[in-house]
T-cell receptor
Framework: AQSVTQLDSQVPVFEEAPVELRCNYS??????LFWYVQYPNQGLQLLLK????STLVKGINGFEAEFNKSQTSFHLRKPSVHISDTAEYFC?????????????WGLGTSLAVNP | DGGITQSPKYLFRKEGQNVTLSCEQN?????MYWYRQDPGQGLRLIYY???????QKGDIAEGYSVSREKKESFPLTVTSAQKNPTAFYLC???????????FGPGTRLTVL
């Protein structure tokens, strides 16, 4: 069975500092990987996704993530964060071979950007 | 939030009452999903539907029911059998397969 682990439940950081939100997954098959962001009391929005090709994926709002198959990781990074990046971030995985169209979700990482 | 509408934004009900949460999409996507979100527990899948007139239970379907009579609509009923219904409910739609899910703004249900 697949699972997703977000290694940090909360990440505090100062404005303009770099940040990395860590995500590891376990799966016996090849996967697709996603990062979503949720602002307070709102739905989720896709930040970026890895389906195939280059392992470095660029997303919206200056975020990027790198797929590392050997370490089964998909860490999210941003070189300089802004106050507006304060939100909950979710990593998710989907089975490449599956046809049930389900995502397996991590528990989320709360990013708090302080001035 | 794309083309997904959830209403109402906030909903209050008395214990023992059934309540139906609305989800409508104009994205013409085949697949639709209902999630429940509680603090510290991430997203848990309640039900999903890949096509009209067909749906499958997710991980926490007990106490919930759904219907999919139209492609654009996937209402969720929280029944009195759901023991702890107070939560934030999110609806999503997608083209299916390993692709992006688009989320609505959510409905916060409080049972008093």
């Amino acid at each position: 069975a697949q699972s997703v682990t977000q290694l940090d439940s909360q990440v505090p950081v100062f404005e303009e500092a770099p940040v990395e939100l860590r995500c590891n997954y376990s799966s016996s098959v090849s996967v697709y990987l996603f990062w979503y962001v949720q602002y307070p009391n709102q739905g989720l929005q896709l930040l970026l996704k890895y389906l195939s090709g280059s392992t470095l994926v660029k997303g919206i709002n200056g975020f990027e993530a790198e797929f590392n198959k050997s370490q089964t990781s998909f860490h999210l990074r941003k070189p300089s964060v802004h106050i507006s990046d304060t939100a909950e971030y979710f990593c998710a995985v989907s089975d490449r071979a599956g046809n049930n169209r389900k995502l397996i979700w991590g528990l989320g990482t709360s990013l708090a950007v302080n001035p | 939030d794309g083309g997904i509408t959830q209403s109402p934004k906030y909903l209050f009900r008395k214990e023992g009452q059934n309540v139906t949460l609305s989800c409508e999409q104009n994205l013409n996507h085949d697949a639709m999903y209902w999630y429940r979100q509680d603090p510290g527990q991430g997203l848990r899948l309640i039900y999903y539907s890949q096509i009209v007139n067909d749906f499958q239970k997710g991980d926490i379907a007990e106490g919930y029911s759904v219907s999919r009579e139209k492609k654009e609509s996937f209402p969720l009923t929280v029944t009195s059998a759901q023991k702890n219904p107070t939560a934030f409910y999110l609806c999503a739609a997608g083209v299916g397969g390993p692709d992006t899910q688009y989320f609505g703004p959510g409905t916060r249900l409080t049972v008093l």
